[in-house]
C-alpha cells in the first residue's frame, strides 16, 4: 500500500483563509507533502475560530485546523530579503506552490511565476484569484460573500418568496465560494502535475473565483439556453420548486418531531402511495388534491394537512417508509445528525485526528476511496513554524 497517489510530491501552501489552503490540503490528503508557509504572526484564520469554550487561541482554531490538516508549517517575513531568499531555496525542490493573495502579491515581492521558474524550470504556480489576470473586473478585490452574489448563486437562496424585493437573496453558510475555487485549483493543479510526469513541463495556472462559483448556476445557465425563462424567486410565478415551509405539486419540506422531513410524490401514482402511507386520510378524495395541477393550485392549503401528520412523527421513520414505497422521500439532516449517521460511520467518513494542543478532533474524511492507496489522514494542523528546523535547514 502506498501513501496516497501523490508520493514524493512536494507543494508549498503561501494561502491564507480558505480557497489556497483548502486546495492545498486537498493535495496533502492524496499523498503530497504539503509544507504551509505562514508570515511570523500565522495566518490570520488562526484568529477566527471557532474556538473550543469560545476561548480564542492561535492553535486552536477550528477553521484553521480544517483547512490545514495534513500539512507541515513554517513562518518566513516574505518582506525581507532572507524570507524571500528562503522561499526560493524551498522552490528549488517544490513541484507545485499556491497561492491566493491578491493579483500582484507575488511579483512585488520578487517572487512571481518568471523568478519561481528562474528557481526550478518546471515548477507549477496555483494562484487563485477573485475575477483571473485579465478582463474588466481583474484588479477587483472580492471575497466570499461578494462572489457568492456576484456569480447569481444567492438569487436561488432559500426558496421562492412572496416579494423578492422585500426578501433579498442571501447567501448559503460557510465558505462555498472560496472552498469552490480551492476545488477548481486542486483539479487543474492535478491536471499540471500530470502533464509534469508525462512531459516534464511545468505551468503557470491562474484559476478566476468568479468563473468557478459561475458553473456552479448550471441549472439556470441550461434553462436560459433553450429558451427558457432566468430562475425567479416569486412564489406566484414558481411552479415546480418547494423548500422551508411551503409545498407545491411536486413535493415540499414538512415539520417533523425531530426536524424535518422532504417529500417528492410527483407523479399520481406516487401520490396515491404517499395517501396510502397516511392511511389514507378523509380529505385524499378531495377533487382539490386528486390532480397534480388540483395540488398546485391548493398547495398552501395542502401543506397544512400533510403537516398535521408529520408533526408528531419521527423524520427518520417517514422516510424509511416513504423510500420502502418507493416515494422520494428523505430526512432533513442537521450536521449532529451527520455525526451520528450510520453510513457514514460504517464507511468512517470522520477521521479522529489527535491535535497537540485542541485535543482530538473529528474531521469530515474524503468522499472517495482507492484501492492499493492509503490515504494518510492523521496528520493535525500545525503550530505556528512547527516544522521551521525540518524544513528552512
Known amino acids: 500500500m502506498t501513501d496516497g497517489l501523490l508520493s514524493g510530491i512536494r507543494v508549498l501552501d503561501l494561502g491564507e483563509g480558505v480557497s489556497g489552503p483548502y486546495a492545498a490540503r486537498t493535495l496533502a490528503w492524496l499523498g503530497a507533502d504539503v509544507v504551509k508557509v505562514e508570515p511570523p504572526n500565522g495566518d490570520y484564520t488562526r484568529s477566527l475560530g471557532p474556538f473550543p469554550n469560545d476561548a480564542p487561541h492561535a492553535e486552536k482554531s477550528a477553521l484553521f485546523m480544517a483547512m490545514n490538516a495534513g500539512k507541515r508549517g513554517v513562518t518566513l517575513d516574505l518582506g525581507t530579503p532572507d524570507g524571500r531568499q528562503r522561499l526560493l531555496d524551498l522552490a528549488s525542490g517544490a513541484h507545485v506552490i499556491i497561492d491566493n493573495h491578491r493579483l500582484g502579491w507575488l511579483d512585488e515581492r520578487g517572487i512571481g511565476y518568471e523568478r519561481l521558474a528562474a528557481a526550478r524550470e518546471d515548477i507549477v504556480l496555483t494562484q487563485i484569484t477573485p475575477f483571473g ?15 457568492f452574489h456576484f456569480s447569481a448563486n444567492a438569487h436561488g437562496m432559500i426558496g421562492p418568496v412572496p416579494d423578492p424585493n422585500s426578501d433579498p437573496p442571501i447567501r448559503a453558510g460557510g465558505n462555498q465560494a472560496e472552498q469552490v475555487a480551492g476545488m477548481a485549483a486542486a483539479t487543474s493543479t492535478l491536471a499540471a502535475l500530470f502533464r509534469l510526469r508525462t512531459a516534464g513541463r511545468g505551468c503557470h495556472i491562474v484559476v478566476s473565483s468568479f468563473e468557478a462559483m459561475a458553473t456552479q448556476a448550471i ?19 414558481v411552479r415546480e420548486a418547494s423548500i422551508g415551509g411551503q409545498m407545491s405539486a ?20 406516487q401520490w396515491a402511495r404517499w395517501l396510502d402511507l397516511m392511511e389514507n386520510p378523509d380529505w ?5 388534491y386528486s390532480t397534480r395541477a388540483a395540488r398546485q393550485r391548493n398547495s398552501n392549503q395542502l401543506w397544512e394537512l400533510l403537516s398535521s401528520w408529520t408533526r408528531p412523527r419521527s423524520k427518520y421513520e ?3 417508509e416513504g423510500q420502502r414505497r418507493r416515494i422520494p422521500c428523505f430526512p432533513v439532516n442537521t450536521v449532529s445528525d451527520l455525526l451520528s449517521d450510520p453510513h457514514l460511520e460504517e464507511r468512517k467518513f470522520f477521521v479522529a485526528i489527535e491535535h497537540p494542543l485542541a485535543g482530538e478532533i473529528r474531521h469530515p474524511g474524503v468522499a472517495y476511496r482507492l484501492s492499493g492507496a492509503a490515504l494518510p489522514l492523521h496528520r493535525p494542523a500545525p503550530t505556528l513554524g512547527q516544522h521551521n528546523r525540518d524544513v528552512l535547514t
Open 133 to 147: 489576470d485579465w478582463g474588466p473586473y481583474c484588479a477587483y478585490a472580492a471575497g466570499d460573500l461578494s462572489l
Open 219 to 237: 441549472a439556470g445557465l441550461a434553462n436560459i439556453a433553450f429558451g427558457g425563462d432566468p430562475p425567479t424567486r416569486r412564489a406566484a410565478d
Open 250 to 269: 411536486i413535493g415540499g419540506v414538512l415539520p417533523c418531531r425531530d426536524g424535518y422531513v422532504a417529500i417528492s410524490p410527483r407523479e399520481d401514482a
Open 284 to 288: 385524499g378524495d378531495d377533487p382539490k
Open 318 to 320: 417517514i422516510a424509511r
